[in-house]
């Protein structure tokens, strides 16, 4: 998985911010699907890789139980926790329970769970 990360990071636009990141969601079936963060000029309008993934698994008919992991490369000596709008993707698409590996561009660094993200989370409970 860290060599895939590590080339995806190529594909990655990061015109204004020069932080790329990748990203490998994967189901339960064993299929992956692939992000990358695509900066533009209006930082609003942009897209974090993460969420490039989730949503792309998204739209092949994937849901919520249907992940069991999910990859993010930071092209840089540390890593990066997903930042909190990727959280919420989570909160609302990705089990607790779904494995979490994050990657700085050297090596694995930290293994965790999605509701080690999302400690005091905002759900569908907050909404009624």
């Known amino acids: 998985m860290f060599e895939k990360l590590k080339n995806l990071l190529n594909n990655s636009k990061t015109d204004y911010y020069n932080f790329r990141v990748s990203s490998i969601i ?3 079936d064993n299929n992956y699907f692939e992000g990358v963060n695509v ?3 209006s930082p609003n309008a942009s897209i974090c890789a993460e969420r490039n ?3 792309s698994s998204i ?4 849901t ?3 992940f069991k992991e999910l990859h993010v490369m930071v092209d840089s000596d540390k890593f990066s926790y997903p930042c909190f709008i990727c959280r919420q993707a989570f909160c609302d698409y990705l089990d607790d329970n779904v494995d979490v590996y994050l990657y700085s561009k050297n090596k694995l660094e930290k293994t965790l769970k999605i509701k080690d993200l999302l ?4 759900d569908n ?3 009624s």
Do not use: H
Not at 119 to 122: G, V, Y
């Open 26 to 28: 994967v189901t339960n």
């Open 39 to 41: 900066e533009t000029s």
């Open 53 to 55: 993934a989730l949503f």
């Open 59 to 62: 739209s092949k008919g994937y």
């Open 64 to 66: 919520k139980s249907d």
């Open 119 to 122: 400690c005091f989370k905002f």
């Open 125 to 127: 409970e907050d909404l």
